[in-house]
T-cell receptor, first 111, second 109 residues
């Protein structure tokens, strides 16, 4: 089974802090994704990556950046956290035919 | 207009009921259709996957796609309390998955 792990389940940060969310997958999949999930809005794509050192903006990239130095690891960075970035963050990797496997999520609260 | 529309519910049904969950989509070019299930405080997991019009059955679950109406459905027969979760439709388009907002389902004993 594909396993996707995220570095933290719950995180509390203060406004203006730099926040790192890390995601690791164990299936050698090339495509990885970061989403945020908010009530009533579903999953919204922040960034994705098709290969090491490659990244593409999703639908809501503002205020975020990403890093992919190794194939199995995809990091989401909040350069200066704001309260409107309080959300559930989900990482996914993609197998064949766009089937995506998700991590357990990180619930981030920005105070 | 959103690319994928899904009624957020919540939907509350008694154990044993037949549940119908639905999504509509806007672009007839979309090809692959999926249903994900998400339990509370967990990530979504793939439940059903289909790429053509018609029905696909897996145990108590049936996924239905009507491309002419741009309408997809998930039916759950003999629903169980363990089916209580949020169900998200996802449609493959523009080289990415587009998710519905999710429907929260509660099955009570």
């Amino acid at each position: 089974d594909v396993k996707v792990t995220q570095s933290s389940r719950y995180l509390v940060k203060r406004t203006g802090e730099k926040v790192f969310l890390e995601c690791v997958q164990d299936m050698d999949h090339e495509n990885m994704f970061w989403y945020r999930q908010d009530p009533g809005l579903g999953l919204r794509l922040i960034y994705f990556s098709y290969d090491v050192k490659m990244k593409e903006k999703g639908d809501i990239p503002e205020g975020y950046s990403v890093s992919r130095e190794k194939k199995e690891r995809f990091s989401l960075i909040l350069e200066s956290a704001s309260t409107n970035q309080t959300s559930m963050y989900l990482c996914a990797c993609e197998g064949g035919l766009q089937e995506q496997f998700f991590g357990p999520g990180t619930r981030l609260t920005v105070l | 207009q959103k690319e994928v529309e899904q009624d957020p519910g919540p939907l509350s049904v008694p154990e044993g009921a037949i549940v119908s969950l639905n999504c509509t989509y806007s672009n007839s070019a979309f090809q692959y259709f999926m249903w994900y299930r998400q339990y509370s405080r967990k990530g979504p997991e793939l439940l059903m996957y289909t790429y053509s019009s018609g029905n696909k059955e897996d145990g108590r679950f049936t996924a239905q796609v009507d491309k002419s109406s741009k309408y997809i459905s998930l039916f759950i027969r003999d629903s169980q309390p363990s089916d209580s979760a949020t169900y998200l439709c996802a449609i493959s388009g523009y080289n990415k998955l587009i998710f519905g907002a999710g429907t929260r389902l509660a099955v009570h004993p």
